[in-house]
């Protein structure tokens, strides 16, 4: 570990699709690396996407089809880590849950993409992200070691305002 760590803070936005937002964070990480960055920080919903003005059709008492929709679109742009919605702690963190039937990991692929991409460049990467995990989405730090991959992460322990009509409430 060297004596001195330099940091980065990857002013990103989210682009329209996860695959093209995770493209972006690879190329921004590695041109971090080649700069001698040894931790970089992306934004709070970086993965998956904050969903700035939108009401996904809300009303006290009522919510319209066009909403549904909207919601369901934010829904399948959040990122599946393949933990549960209680959050399985260690066994999550380790690999210790289950597999889908001839799956190779649990989720969509994006925790073992990002864990490539750390290793690859050797940097730190934390980053913000929309979780899908049951029929709930969680606003979500993931920690990523280039060394050790996934070494956890931090869900919203109480969303506040309309962010609760989006997000479940994550774990202490």
Excluded at 21 to 41: D, F, K
Excluded at 49 to 57: A, N
Excluded at 66 to 90: C, K, M, W
Aim: glycine share 12%.
């Amino acid at each position: 570990m060297p004596r001195t760590l330099k940091l980065a803070s990857a002013q990103s936005r989210t682009l329209n699709t996860t695959q093209e937002t995770l493209e972006a964070l690879s190329e921004t990480t590695h041109r971090a690396a080649e700069e001698g960055v040894n931790l970089i920080l992306f934004p709070e919903a970086y993965l998956g996407g904050y969903p700035r003005t939108c009401s996904f059709g809300s009303a006290v008492g009522g919510r319209d089809p066009s909403g549904r929709e909207q919601f369901l679109q934010y829904f399948h742009n959040a990122v599946d880590l393949g933990d549960t919605p209680i959050g399985a702690g260690d066994d999550w963190v380790e690999r210790r849950l289950p597999k889908g039937k001839g799956k190779d990991y649990r989720g969509d692929g994006t925790r073992e993409y990002l864990e490539k991409v750390a290793k690859d460049t050797g940097v730190f990467v934390v980053t913000g992200l929309i979780e899908r995990a049951g029929g709930s989405l969680y606003c979500a730090a993931l920690y990523i070691c280039p060394r050790l991959g996934v070494l956890g992460k931090r869900r919203k322990v109480m969303p506040v305002s309309a962010h609760s009509m989006k997000y479940g409430p994550g774990a202490f």
